[in-house]
């Protein structure tokens, strides 16, 4: 939790509109929070963050007023900056010497100032030698943007092939253009174009093209960066029930259909009513879509608001915009409405608190008792149900998998048990952070590169 407070839209005129609702920190507001930071001697911000970001040294260049250097600074590890300083969980505000008393400096808010305003004008194409050897990337998402920006500046050819009709992967089609407008997006995309990069998009790994005719063609080795987008079913009572949907399908909708044609007629249809099941940024994101929507919305999850996996601004800004949070409450099933045939009319719910139950001392979250309600609600949207995707399992080669369906690698190079053949992200993590796959992606890339050279 930091002091710092950029400038936000207010939460009446944001909640009718799709548009950012934050405009980042004043130039007075960065210098007063670039002071603050102490300059630890032994840092303990910079192995909080898994890019290995300079954080000291990018923070002392914005407040000599150097935003262009601070922005230089931070890509010599982050190749997305505009993007962490938007969405970033930032674990390296929960290292800072300041989190106890929950008043952490605002990096991530800083990183945003030093990329909004240390960009030059016109970006100009990297001059980088080829070494002649060709790499494919299998996904856009930001573990693959990451790994190809790397690949790229060690002189390697690449070309990401992306199986949408546009390249960002989750960044793009599974988060919504309040947090992450996709002009910030495609920005900080064209930045690793300008590298060298190649894009393929419209192209299903699996279908379009097998593994063996990736090496066939000439590649050094093979990066997979598909993420989750396979559907696992929510073993939850009723979730079979017409109106009941899961989050990846809520957001690739609001984020592939005009903004005005989606307000005016979602799909999936959104009734007045909407629970959304889960504690992260899917559940969050898609609660505060709905909202924007005009309907009655309710959060449920079983911990405590504390609890919940998303930057703490964003639980402030839903509770501004009017989203109900029903905490340490557990869903027990989905109730049909049996007069409007197979759909949903509510979910049944426990209400959950910490107990001690065995006397030893350890207090564990337990059902309340007799604390059985409703929540009413005719949309119903589950956040999670997703396993590796299946482009991953279409290369038409023996993946190893782990238990729970991941990709196997090894953890020290990234080489999955095909030769050749390497993974990052969430395919291999299962669902995780941005930050965490784009640090997936920079180890991945960096164990290419020993590898092919």
Same mark, same amino acid.
């Given at each position: 939790m930091t002091d710092i407070k950029p400038t936000v839209h207010s939460a009446v005129k944001r909640i009718k509109s799709f548009q950012e609702i934050s405009l980042g920190l004043a130039k007075k507001s960065m210098m007063e929070e670039g002071i603050r930071c102490p300059q630890c001697p032994q840092s303990p911000c910079n192995p909080g963050c898994p890019l290995g970001v300079d954080i000291p040294a990018f923070i002392r260049l914005l407040r000599e007023g150097d935003a262009a250097g601070a922005l230089a600074k931070i890509r010599e590890a982050n190749d997305l900056p505009a993007i962490c300083g938007r969405v970033c969980m930032a674990p390296c505000e929960q290292a800072c010497v300041f989190a106890e008393q929950k008043k952490s400096i605002g990096i991530r808010a800083l990183e945003r100032y030093a990329s909004d305003h240390g960009r030059p004008r016109f970006a100009l194409r990297k001059s980088i030698q080829r070494s002649g050897k060709k790499v494919a990337v299998i996904g856009s998402g930001p573990a693959g943007l990451t790994a190809a920006a790397q690949l790229a500046a060690a002189g390697l050819k690449v070309i990401v092939y992306e199986m949408m009709p546009h390249l960002g992967g989750m960044l793009r089609y599974g988060m919504p253009e309040f947090r992450l407008p996709k002009n910030v997006l495609d920005a900080e995309i064209e930045e690793i174009r300008l590298m060298g990069v190649e894009f393929k998009t419209n192209f299903s790994v699996g279908q &379009?093209?097998?593994?063996?005719?990736? #090496?066939?063609?000439? !590649?050094?080795? #093979?990066?997979?960066?598909?993420?989750?987008?396979?559907?696992?079913?929510?073993?939850?009572?009723?979730?079979?029930?017409?109106?009941? !949907?899961?989050?990846?399908?809520?957001?690739?909708?609001?984020?592939?259909?005009?903004?005005?044609?989606?307000?005016?007629?979602?799909?999936? #249809?959104?009734?007045?009513? #909407?629970?959304?099941?889960?504690?992260?940024?899917?559940?969050? $994101?898609?609660?505060?879509?709905?909202?924007?929507?005009?309907?009655?919305?309710?959060?449920?999850?079983?911990?405590?608001?504390?609890?919940?996996?998303?930057?703490?601004?964003?639980?402030?800004?839903?509770?501004?915009?009017?989203?109900?949070?029903?905490?340490?409450?557990?869903?027990? /099933?989905?109730?049909?409405?049996?007069?409007?045939?197979?759909?949903?009319?509510?979910?049944?719910?426990?209400?959950?608190?910490?107990?001690?139950?065995?006397?030893?001392?350890?207090?564990?979250?337990?059902?309340?008792?007799? &604390?059985?309600?409703?929540?009413?609600?005719?949309?119903?949207?589950?956040?999670?149900?997703?396993?590796?995707?299946? =482009?991953?399992?279409?290369?038409?080669?023996?993946?190893?998998?782990?238990?729970?369906?991941?990709?196997?690698?090894?953890?020290?190079?990234?080489?999955? /048990? %095909?030769?050749?053949? !390497?993974?990052?992200? $969430?395919?291999? =993590?299962?669902?995780? &952070?941005? %930050?965490?796959?784009? =640090?997936?992606?920079?180890?991945?890339?960096?164990?290419?590169?020993?590898?092919?050279?």
């Open positions: &379009s093209m097998k593994f063996a005719q990736f #090496v066939g063609e000439g !590649y050094s080795a #093979v990066l997979l960066t598909v993420g989750q987008n396979s559907l696992s079913l929510v073993d939850l009572p009723g979730a079979d029930l017409g109106g009941v !949907y899961y989050s990846k399908e809520i957001l690739l909708s609001a984020n592939t259909r005009f903004v005005d044609q989606f307000k005016r007629n979602p799909v999936p #249809v959104i009734a007045d009513q #909407v629970a959304v099941i889960g504690y992260g940024n899917a559940a969050l $994101d898609c609660a505060r879509i709905c909202l924007r929507l005009g309907r009655e919305v309710t959060l449920i999850f079983p911990e405590t608001a504390e609890d919940l996996k998303v930057y703490p601004d964003d639980v402030a800004f839903a509770q501004e915009e009017g989203l109900k949070f029903e905490a340490l409450t557990k869903p027990l /099933s989905i109730l049909a409405d049996n007069s409007a045939g197979n759909f949903a009319a509510g979910v049944q719910c426990v209400r959950m608190d910490f107990a001690d139950t065995d006397g030893s001392g350890k207090w564990e979250i337990k059902p309340v008792p007799s &604390s059985e309600f409703v929540v009413s609600a005719q949309t119903v949207i589950l956040a999670g149900g997703f396993k590796t995707n299946a =482009a991953a399992l279409a290369l038409g080669t023996n993946l190893k998998l782990q238990e729970n369906g991941s990709v196997w690698i090894d953890p020290q190079t990234s080489l999955t /048990s %095909v030769p050749h053949l !390497y993974a990052a992200g $969430d395919v291999v =993590a299962g669902a995780s &952070s941005i %930050v965490a796959a784009m =640090a997936s992606g920079k180890k991945a890339a960096q164990s290419i590169i020993k590898a092919v050279r």
